[in-house]
Structures are given as structure tokens and as C-alpha cells.
């Protein structure tokens, strides 16, 4: 069977989410699935410089990621995936080092965004996110991407490292819940992206299918990958 090699620890409860939906989204991939059903998974919790909101640290992250990349090869992966949506900064330098192929977040949620026609998104990240054009150049022009204001982007940060140290309370998530929809409602929004892998950790589990997050679309898309060869 393929195995699944995953480039984590940014942060680790991010990664280790992305494990529990791997396994708890096979059935739905495998009918009635055994221990020999489930996909090998590979995940290397990587503790890096914080590069979230830090350009300074980005070179020293890379050169650490770059040999992670080449532990997944030779640890016998077979799909590799990144748990964090700023690392893929770093993508096109981690593929030049390996020969096994990496699935995109940016590339997976462009690809969702244009099956459901959506044409106005929001987009949460972090502050290095938010100044890229992953998503830009992986949506291109099927829809218009909308930033939060200065005010709630410097609030989502603020809860994305209260999330990675065990800070953050019920109510401050609550209250993200509600940001959130202020800023679909405000901004006229089809949809939102939970452009950074905590933020569905803050978030909590939603029917609505106007709020992507982007840890399910991830984990989806490695099943997919591996089991509609």
C-alpha cells in the first residue's frame, strides 16, 4: 500500500489532527476496513524556528525541512504532505529534493473552491500567508480573495499561538466562531478558508460548507490520492 508522509510539528496538535482524520475518514474510502486497510502513515513532528509571523527564521525552517524531506523518501513514502498552510513557502525547495510528489493544501482548497462555484472567499492565516500568493496563484482568477482587516488579523494570530502553547479558552474560541461569521456576513463572502492549520482547532467541527477547513480538505485529498489510483 501507498504510505503517507507527513511533514508536521507546525504546529503539533495541527499534525496530529491530520492523523485522527486520515484514519477516521478511511471508511469512507474502504468499506468496513481492517488494520491492514488503513494507510501507512509517516509523521515527522518537526520542531522549527517559529516562521508564522517571522521572515527571519524562514531560511533556518527550510534548511531543517529540506532534510526532513529527504528522511520521508527514505523512510518509504509514497505522497508527502505538509500539515501547515505557511510552510508551503517552502514546497517548491522541498520538491527539488525529493522524487516523491507533495499534494498542496492551496492546490486542494482551489480545486474545492471551483467545484462548489464559490466566487468571493475570505481567507484567515497567518501574517506570512496573508502576505504570499499561495492561494492567489493556486485559485487564480475563478474567484476573488478577501484578507481580514488589519484588526482581525492581528486577533487571529494572537489565537493561532494561544492554540499552539494551551492558552487559549472556551470563550476566546467561541469568540473566533463569531469572527468568523462577521466576516463572511460583513464582506459578502461565499466562503472562508481556514488558511492555517490551527485555526480549525480553534474553530471546532462545522456543517456549514462555507467555512473550509483546510486539515479535511488535506486529509481527503491523501485518501484520495492513495486509494482512487
Known amino acids: 500500500m501507498s504510505a503517507i508522509g507527513i511533514l508536521g510539528g507546525m504546529g503539533p496538535q495541527a499534525s496530529a489532527r491530520l492523523v485522527e482524520l486520515i484514519v477516521a475518514q478511511t471508511p469512507n474510502f474502504v468499506s468496513n476496513p481492517t488494520d491492514s486497510d488503513f494507510p501507512e502513515i509517516i509523521l515527522l513532528s518537526v520542531p522549527v524556528p517559529n516562521f508564522i509571523s517571522s521572515e527571519s527564521n524562514m531560511s533556518k525552517a527550510k534548511e531543517i525541512l529540506i532534510n526532513r524531506t529527504k528522511l520521508l523518501e ?27 510528489p507533495f499534494l498542496s493544501i ?79 456576513e460583513a464582506n459578502n463572502l461565499d466562503s472562508v478558508i481556514l488558511g492555517c492549520t490551527e485555526l480549525p482547532l480553534i474553530f471546532g467541527d462545522s456543517k456549514d460548507d462555507r467555512i473550509i477547513d483546510t486539515l479535511e480538505v488535506l486529509s481527503e485529498g491523501l485518501l484520495s490520492s492513495i486509494f482512487n489510483q
Open 74 to 100: 527514505n523512510s518509504g513514502s509514497t505522497i508527502n504532505c505538509i500539515a501547515c498552510n505557511t510552510a508551503h513557502l517552502l514546497l517548491p525547495d522541498l520538491k527539488r529534493v525529493t522524487k516523491v
Open 106 to 184: 492551496p492546490a486542494l482548497v482551489a480545486n474545492l473552491i471551483k467545484k462548489r462555484k464559490f466566487k468571493r472567499i475570505g481567507l484567515l492565516a497567518t501574517p506570512n500567508t496573508l502576505k504570499s500568493t499561495l492561494y492567489d496563484e493556486a485559485i487564480g482568477n475563478s474567484a476573488v480573495i478577501v484578507r481580514p482587516s488589519r484588526k482581525l488579523s492581528e486577533k487571529t494570530e494572537s489565537l493561532i499561538f494561544k492554540q499552539l502553547n494551551g492558552t487559549i479558552t472556551i470563550k476566546e474560541k467561541e469568540n473566533f466562531r463569531t469572527m468568523v461569521d462577521n466576516f463572511l
